[in-house]
């Protein structure tokens, strides 16, 4: 390319991009409202979790409280959970689960288990001190009947107006999602698993 | 239900989840391997910095030394910059660029940038004290050719083997996701901007 070109391409990037701010500042001047938000991350690929504890470090960054509780995961000890013990006065981090449905095998412990995380996480949900509440797979304790998703959801509406809810797992029930603010569908593309690597330290856990 | 249809129901999934785990486990047998993964993030959806920065959490957790290169932030602060400056010790945080796009509106001080920006990334790439490298929002510098992806590829490769790198963004070229380890799409279902929620500290930034 001689520069005439490369001087066209530029010009024409500008262009373009002072047409996309326009576009985009309307949009910005049309999403105003503060409120606190349901996020749910759903979906078989990787992510889920992670994209969690991504927002409970936004939220520590802006000084707010968050609350962690894991409905699934508990049986083995996990980088976020050794991270996030480090500042119990930020977050309060609660495993409640006891590992993989195919783990446990026993379904009316795994429910038993279920209703106390979700004890834990009402517990949170009627705090108005804490700004981040993170229900880490409760979509699976959902998808098996665990709990009732009639009353997660009138739990999740009474909660205090600016408060920020995450929930991550597999098969989120279409009445949570119906009633979610910001739900993404972790797709995969690839995995690493699939090739013989194992699940790595820092990566999935 | 009476207690006779209960105990069918748990008897019925002890059996199915036994199964399941007689699965799990010859997938677990399969996949021994440890290396460094690349994992990348793309899609439209809400997750893919959020991702990385659990996943910084996560290698945190693990006492890993973490490298970040923002590639298109970097005009305004964000949640995980304050809080990932708490850990000087841990935690190299490089916020390279200067905005979207749209908001710088040059191609030529964009790419600039971007090169800048890739220097830093390499000198992560070449330092085996570093266990995860973080480059978020390197897609879209990729898919402007504010970068050469060929290049990309080849300082990826010859970095140190046990070290992982995360990259996230919109657009991932398909060269990146050829020789990518593991690759989700987050996809949107449906997200707050378009109801007209303003994006909120701790979820968005």
Redesign the interface.
Known sequence: MNNTDIDN??TR??RR??R??EL?DQ??E??????G?L?????N??????????????????G?KVGVVQFIKGAMS???????RRFPDEVQFHAMGEG?????????RDIEKALAAWEQAKRFLSDPEI??VLLDELNIALKYNYLDVQQVIADLDGRPEMQ?VIVTGRGAPPEL?EV????????????????????????E?
Do not use: P
């Open positions: 391409i530029n990037h500008h991009m002072q996309k701010k985009m949009k910005i049309a999403a105003q409202r503060e409120t938000v996020v749910i991350n759903c979906g690929g990787k992510g889920k979790s992670s994209s969690g504890f991504g927002m409970v470090m936004r939220a520590m960054g802006h707010m996990t980088g976020e959970e050794v991270f996030l993989y449905t195919w783990n446990t095998q026993n379904r009316e700004g981040m920020h999602i979610a603010d910001t739900v993404t569908e972790m797709q995969v593309i690839k995995h690493a698993f699939k090739d013989g690597i194992v699940a790595q330290a820092g990566i856990w």
